[in-house]
């Protein structure tokens, strides 16, 4: 049984390391799920965001999730100064925000435009979404953080230093 006193304190490491495996697991598996509902409603507000290729921006990036979290769509997009916005662009630390934010706006501006009697509703459940996301996001990373510190004290902390293999 987990946490008998007569445990020896390896086995509880290791049963910590597979539980805290576990919950990583679980939560990756739910970042999926969100960044496919974030997706849906992306692509209702502004079709094509997530293709780097077109917007400029790296989806699920931290300029991405800012600029999906208030006010994100289109048409607003479209609306704005381009060096205001590359000026906001900078600040998230975007590579050449100038040509981006170029680039996304003139690419905002060929969007098919969203219904804007539902704008407002997507917009909100995108912001609880991101927000979900960025949450469970760094819970994920956490867990893997603390996984790694309890895996540095086994003796298998030394299978991590071959190329190739890693905590994951």
Known sequence: VYGDPGEDESDSIYLDIRNLSRSRHAKVKQNTALS????????R???????????????FGPA???LMKDQFSCTQIARK????????????????????ASKLIGFAKQSLQPNPLRVNSQ????RALVELYKCSEAAACNLKIENAVLLAA?????????????FT
């Open 123 to 126: 917009q909100n459940s995108l």
């Open 154 to 166: 086994t003796p298998y902390a030394f299978l991590t230093t071959i190329p190739g293999i890693g």
């Open 45 to 59: 507000l502004f079709p094509g965001f997530l293709d780097s290729s077109k917007s400029g921006i790296t989806s």
């Open 81 to 100: 100064k381009q060096a205001a916005f590359a000026q906001t662009l900078r600040r998230w630390k975007v590579q050449n925000p100038e040509e981006t």
């Open 64 to 66: 991405s999730l800012e």
């Open 36 to 43: 496919n509902q974030i997706h849906t409603h992306v692509d």
